[in-house]
């Protein structure tokens, strides 16, 4: 058996010397290395930045879907999407594991990926079902995890789709119960979706009573969804594309003062500066969504005269697992709302 790098830089075939992540194509043969465990995969959830994309491109055509997202993986042997640069993660069974793997994982776990589908070796033999409303696709296939990917049991008391659902967007909750501080002004914005109903929660939380939270949703539906589980203080719907818009509507909600924090879940571009124009100077963007440019933000910042921290969003942060699941655990209305839309 061939020994394996625990990056997986074995796997990549070009360019030469990058990472499985960065690289456009990586090796998908399912004969594994030494350390590597391999995958029997029964569901993606595919980043919502990228599905909305290849969803948009197929103009909503299932059969589409299916070809664009087939034609991914046969390119570049993972799900990495060529316009978002965007993955997302999977669930499966453990297969095989090689000798010099290290960790607690047997044949037979059923787990949940946590590092991203654009680094992860993968094969689609066959594609059951598209479920367009959560991003999630059932498949026959397999995929490689490597020794420093990291993963989530399934939990028991949860359906498996509702806990892909989650564990998909883990960082986000966990990154907003890191920054939230009580007392602190807080503006979410796309909080009326999956990682912004859970950034909400979280950031109530922290923010305590003395706290504002603000909820932006993308629609009435979205930001209602939001109010109707008392996750925040404001609500309010708006295009976050609309950066002047923005700034009038959380200025006049905190008397001028604007925001702590704010925490970009939406999966659209340019919003980056709806985002920074929220918030105060010397407090902190969240750049949770994907669709976020770097340079917008970084330009755009600098262009209005903004000292604000920016943080890239990391998908992971310590505890990001537990840390979502638990969400879930401590609010059964937020979980009740999951399970409709997400089960
Ligand atoms: P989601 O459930 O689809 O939520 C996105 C939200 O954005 C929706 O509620 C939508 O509102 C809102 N939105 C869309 N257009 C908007 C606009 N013009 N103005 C204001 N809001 C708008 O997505 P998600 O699963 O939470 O993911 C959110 C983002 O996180 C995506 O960009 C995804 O790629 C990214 N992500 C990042 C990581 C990471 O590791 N950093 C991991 C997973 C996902 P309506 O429903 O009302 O339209």
Redo the contacts with the bound molecule.
Sequence with gaps: MKKGCPYGTHRVISPKGVLPQPADVIDNTMEIYDNEVLIDVQTLNV????F?QIERQAEGNVEEIKKIMKGIVAKAGKHKNPV?G?G?MLIGTVKEIGPAYVGDLKVGDKIATLV?LSLTPLVIDEIFEVRPDI?QVDIKGQAILFQSGIYAKLPSDMPETLALSVL??A??PAQAAKLVKPGDTVVV????????LLCLYEAKKRAGVTGKVIC????E???DRARKLNLADEYF?????DAVGMYNKISELTGGQLADIVIN????EN?EM?SILACKDGGTVYF?????SFTKAALGAEGVGKDVNMIV????TKGHAEISLQVLRESPALKELFLEMYA
């Excluded at 914005?189 to 912004?196: F, L, R």
């Excluded at 932006?216 to 629609?219: L, M, N, T």
């Excluded at 719907?237 to 594309?241: L, P, V």
Aim: charged share 10%; aromatic share 4%; with cysteine.
């Design positions: 980043d919502s930045a990228s909305t978002t965007s997302g991203s991003d998909d967007v960082g986000a914005i796309g909080g009326g979706g999956k990682s912004g932006v949703g993308g629609s539906k979205s930001t719907a708006a295009d976050a594309t879940c939406v999966n659209i919003t709806a949770f969504s994907m669709a976020t969003g990391n998908g992971y």
